[in-house]
């Protein structure tokens, strides 16, 4: 039974770790930063997550799911902030149980990495950096973070969990023909604490917790996610350049006045707001596209090592806790040699790219679409038509939230089969209520779309 070596200690590769280890797999888990159990939380410097239906069946298939739900908090739908601060939710499922999960990714790493101590199976190596890797000779190159001391290991199987900034990556590129291409978002980010609302309200949030929070401004957003802590995190998404621009952002009086003019009720809750802005790290945004995930049939990429996409489909860590169950299922009905590895990449890469694309489009329904006064009703029609046709008609959003066994790259032909339904249907009959009438043509429809 081979030892796998995993580059990575986050959430994606010590849930990979624990799978494995579920199988009684050896795993020996590698981690550049220190070991988050005893070191302070950061904060200011990651997007909070939201956990979906792939990502719930990832952890439900390691085991730890249950360790983990204490700690999320059920966001029903989005709450829109408009200019004046007036609120509307628009529901995101149909149900009770369509509903997605906040929770902190500090929370969720130190759980995973709790969970992995415990497996007599995984060795944690923490403050050590992976900076080279021979995937022919199946030799790593490591440097002690804190010593600068230098080693070589060899490794049987070896699994790259290193983020967007992968050296596994870089390795594979520079030595085994693969080949990554990486495409900035012209928009950067910043994270900000909006506080426990200090009135002495019953829920003790400033805005209502089972939601996410979004403040559209076409150019520009900011969204909110709650915190166990009755905090919210909030993340603001702007243009690095331009007007409005992170550039522009110089001093406190204009974050003052960008914040009262844009996000007056959010800044109302943040006292120290400029405070934290100067304080708090502008982060860049971007899609890695790669080609070549595995080497020699004993190296792969997972994760944001592999496909890192933006955030705005609240899918990044779903898609990459979905790598994990998907591998561990193909290593569980084949040896781990080099087919096993190169199926995988085969299989996965047309709905990583998907999931890619969907991701971007869904900036531009967040921070603008949801603006426009047909929005809610379109949401509404597409709603009917799921309770009227179920299983034929599922909203895009809908398939890749909460439909784990539809691939990403199937949720987006049918999403794309089904605006071009909603758009007939709607300059047929508009916004309405289907009649019988509406029903037939929308039933004949998706007979022609194969729906």
Known sequence: MPTYTIIGAGPVGALMGLMLARRGQRVRLLERRPDPRRAAEEHGRSINLALAARGLAALEHAGVLARIAPHMIAMRGRMLHDEHAALQLLPYGQDQHEVIHAI?????????????????????????????????????????????????????????????????????????????????????????????????????YAFEPHALHIWPRGGCMLIALPNTDRSFTATLFLARAGDPGFDRLTNGDAVHEFFQRQFADAAAAMPDLTQQFALHPQGMLGTVYCQGWQAAGRVLLLGDAAHAIVPFHGQGLNCGFEDCRLLDRQLSGAQADAGALVNFERGR?????????????????????????????????????????????????????????????????????????????AARYGYQPLQPAALTYARSLLDAAGL
Do not use: W
């Open 349 to 425: 890469r047309p709905d990583t790219d998907a999931i890619a694309a969907m991701a971007l489009e869904n900036y531009v329904e967040m921070r603008d679409g949801v603006r426009s006064p047909l929005f809610a009703p379109r949401q509404r029609l597409a709603a009917e038509l799921e309770r009227v046709f179920p299983g034929r008609f599922i909203p895009r959003y809908s398939m890749v939230m909460f439909h784990p066994e539809i691939p990403y790259a199937e949720a987006q032909r049918r999403g794309a089969a089904e605006q071009r339904l909603l758009d007939a249907l």
């Open 104 to 204: 902190s990714r500090e929370r969720l790493n130190r759980i995973l990495v709790e969970a992995a101590a415990s497996s007599p199976h995984i060795e944690l190596v923490f403050d050590t950096r992976c900076t080279d890797v021979h995937p022919q000779g199946g030799a790593l190159q490591l440097r002690e973070e804190r010593g600068g001391g230098t080693r070589s290991e060899t490794f049987e199987i070896l699994l790259g969990a290193d983020g967007a900034g992968s050296a596994v990556r870089a390795a594979l590129v520079a030595r085994a023909g693969s080949r990554v291409e990486e495409r900035p978002l012209a928009h950067d980010y910043k994270e900000l604490r909006i506080p426990p609302d200090g009135s002495g309200s019953a829920a003790g």
